[in-house]
């Protein structure tokens, strides 16, 4: 992973699925588990109001 940072690559988290359920079904617990990954720059969801909300709280 620090070879690739050091590239300056973005690494993407893909919410779609899985996180997102997660989070339609238990508020935070999708975004909480997608950000226990280190080192992600992107997050794709069909919840952007909902990440964007989390973020602002964390």
Same mark, same amino acid.
């Given at each position: 992973? !620090?070879?690739? @940072? %050091? ?12 996180? %997102? #359920?997660?989070?339609? #079904?238990? !508020?935070?617990?999708?975004? %909480?588990?997608? @950000?226990?990954? !280190? ?5 794709? #969801?069909? @919840?952007?109001?909902? &990440?964007?909300?989390? @973020? &602002?709280?964390?």
């Amino acid at each position: 992973m !620090k070879r690739i @940072l %050091d590239a300056n690559v973005r690494v993407w988290m893909n919410a779609l699925g899985k996180y %997102d #359920t997660m989070e339609k #079904t238990e !508020k935070n617990s999708g975004f %909480d588990a997608i @950000l226990k990954h !280190k080192n992600i720059n992107i997050i794709q #969801t069909d @919840l952007p109001e909902e &990440l964007s909300n989390f @973020l &602002l709280i964390k």
